[in-house]
């Protein structure tokens, strides 16, 4: 399965980005999936996931009210809407199709990642 994620870029504080990972393989296989990110100089770190139907998501408490994620399997498309943008969610974005069909936080339920895309906020 290869996963190819884009959308990211420059943007100033307070903006909105959508990013956008499309998958090689159909997403309706049970496997949950999500998003996480890496910032310069720190660890990658869980952003959100989604379940394999959509009807259950999870957030990181900073993403909380201001990201959404979204799955359209007939797409095989995997989104992250992020919305009031600030200059901490600097890094690069990967996403990521999970072991199993739910929810998860620990990047080691993850079995296949993107490339990642670099999103940069500006002050």
């Known amino acids: 399965v290869q996963l190819q994620a884009s959308g990211g870029g420059l943007v100033q504080a307070g903006g909105s980005l959508r990013l956008v990972c499309t998958s090689s393989?159909?997403?309706?296989?049970?496997?949950?999936m999500g998003w996480f990110r890496r910032a310069p100089g720190k660890e990658r770190e869980f952003v959100a996931s989604?379940?394999?139907?959509?009807?259950?998501?999870n957030y990181a408490r900073f993403a909380q009210g201001r990201f959404t994620i979204s799955r359209d399997n007939a797409k095989n498309t995997l989104y992250l809407q992020m919305n009031s943008l600030k200059p901490e969610d600097t890094a690069v974005y990967y996403c990521?199709?999970?072991?199993?069909?739910?929810?998860?936080?620990?990047?080691?339920?993850?079995?296949?990642w993107g490339q990642g895309t670099l999103v940069t906020v500006s002050s």
């Open positions: 990521a199709t999970a072991l199993r069909s739910g929810t998860y936080v620990d990047s080691s339920s993850y079995r296949y």
């Open positions: 989604i379940s394999w139907r959509g009807d259950s998501t």
């Open positions: 393989r159909r997403t309706s296989s049970n496997n949950g």
